[in-house]
């Protein structure tokens, strides 16, 4: 029984949920205390919220198991002890698994969109259909598949924006929107090299499952200075950030200091543990900059 949970968990990948989540779940909390700290009268459910992370975690778990499912032949090239779909669970009961997701995220989607906000709808469809048109296409192309899967992760920040509208209304808090759209931001500039990273370990697979990801189509040596080029920009862009909100200041000073610290690690990375390791490093320094950005705006 725990092995098999453990498979299941491997398969909706736990992690890259957890990680997903963490700044939807930061975000409820940080609007939570300016509203008991200014007095306000909006109150956020907790129970409601419970279900929107719940459906929200469901929609990333549909994604990463299509995403098994499709990638399964490619996965035994670059993951031929570890692969979950043919090796650990069977294809059939990972399609079970993909099934009764879906369904849960339906039923939860319609009260959602019922009580809570109606747009609700649009989105879930949206990011459905984005998940199943990543796995079983963009994902093969260069670069599309890597900005697809920053944009679906940096779109989870800005659904707090209609789940407390009206908290977000009431208190009428610059620092609050911020957070927001920063969080949004500083996901999407994360997620894009480090998927791109993901692409070059991945690139033995990707070759022979006929995929032209950009290291493919335009080599190693030059998707990695890429990634190195994309790194600068989140530098540079962060300067600007420190220079209009000097609250953010010591929070970007050390995201930066990390990010210097993983080009230097990148650089030295030439194989596919390597490319791993260093990946989930950058994983962290997104943790510690949205962490360290809700602290100081309270």
């Known amino acids: 029984m725990l092995h098999t949970l453990k498979n299941f968990l491997k398969l909706i990948r736990w992690f890259h949920e957890l990680v997903a989540i ?8 940080v609007i939570n205390y300016c509203a008991q700290a200014s007095s306000s009268s909006c ?10 992370c719940i459906c929200v975690q469901l929609l ?45 995220i ?13 747009q609700w709808t649009f989105i879930s469809i949206s990011v459905y259909a984005l998940s199943v048109l990543y796995s079983l296409y963009l994902k093969k192309s260069p670069l599309f598949g890597n900005i697809t899967i920053a944009v679906l992760a940096s779109s989870i920040p800005l659904v707090i924006l209609f789940f407390a509208n009206n908290c977000i209304t ?21 997620i894009v090299p480090r998927e791109l990273s993901l692409d070059i370990s991945d690139i033995e697979g990707d070759q022979a499952g006929g995929c032209k990801t950009l290291p493919i189509v335009i080599g190693i040596k030059k998707a990695k200075q890429v990634v190195v080029a994309l790194i600068l920009l989140i530098i540079i862009l962060s300067l600007f950030i420190m220079y209009k909100y000097n609250y953010l200041i010591i929070t970007f000073l050390v995201v930066n200091v990390l990010l210097l610290v993983y080009l230097y690690k990148f650089n030295q990375s030439n194989t596919r543990l390597g490319y791993i390791k260093i990946g989930r490093f950058l994983w962290f320094i997104m943790i510690i900059g949205l962490i360290g950005s809700a602290l100081s705006t309270i």
């Open 106 to 118: 339906i039923i939860l989607s319609v009260y959602i969109s019922v009580y809570l906000f109606k």
């Open 170 to 190: 009431q208190l009428n808090n610059p620092k609050i929107t911020t957070l927001i759209y920063l969080y949004s931001a500083f996901s999407f500039l994360i």
């Open 22 to 29: 963490v700044p939807f779940v930061m975000l409820y909390f």
């Open 60 to 104: 990333i778990s549909a994604g990463c198991v299509l995403n098994d499912i499709a990638d399964r032949h490619i996965d035994k090239i670059n993951k031929p002890q570890t692969h979950i779909v043919g090796n650990k669970i069977s294809l059939a009961a990972a399609k079970k698994i993909f099934a009764a997701i879906t369904i849960l």
């Open 43 to 52: 109150n956020l459910s907790a129970g409601n919220f419970s279900i929107l």
